[in-house]
């Protein structure tokens, strides 16, 4: 019912900002939670941010609180992370992800994932 298909990643330098966008196709987009994802290179999946169908209601993993802001945009159908004050520990492949039933920390929850962008942040 949904398809996601992350963007924005690359290579920045610690201290700097990014910005990731997932946008979605589908026709009920609008009624999906969503959440962005991330993975390092021999870690597991971790929560990073996560927001209620209308925009109203977010969620933060305790790691990126105060630097990381995610929002959403209904009408073009797209999900976005704001990412400032980037540090090492940031790198991974960043997913986003969606689910009809609400939001949650946990990956398994989500009925939906996209491909995955790489944010590598060097030092």
């Known amino acids: 019912q949904v398809q996601l298909v992350e963007s924005g990643g690359g290579l920045v330098q610690a201290g700097g900002s990014l910005s990731l966008s997932c946008a979605a196709s589908g026709r009920t987009f609008s009624s999906y939670a969503m959440g962005w994802f991330r993975q390092a290179p021999g870690q597991e999946r971790e929560f990073v941010a996560g927001i209620g169908w209308s925009g109203g209601s977010t969620d933060y993993a305790d790691s990126v609180k105060g630097r990381f802001t995610i929002s959403r945009d209904n009408t073009k159908k797209t999900v976005y992370l704001q990412m400032n004050s980037l540090n090492p520990e940031d790198t991974a492949v960043y997913y986003c992800?969606?689910?009809?039933?609400?939001?949650?920390?946990?990956?398994?929850?989500?009925?939906?994932w996209g491909q995955g962008t790489l944010v590598t942040v060097s030092s």
């Open positions: 992800a969606a689910d009809p039933s609400g939001m949650s920390r946990r990956p398994n929850w989500y009925d939906y």
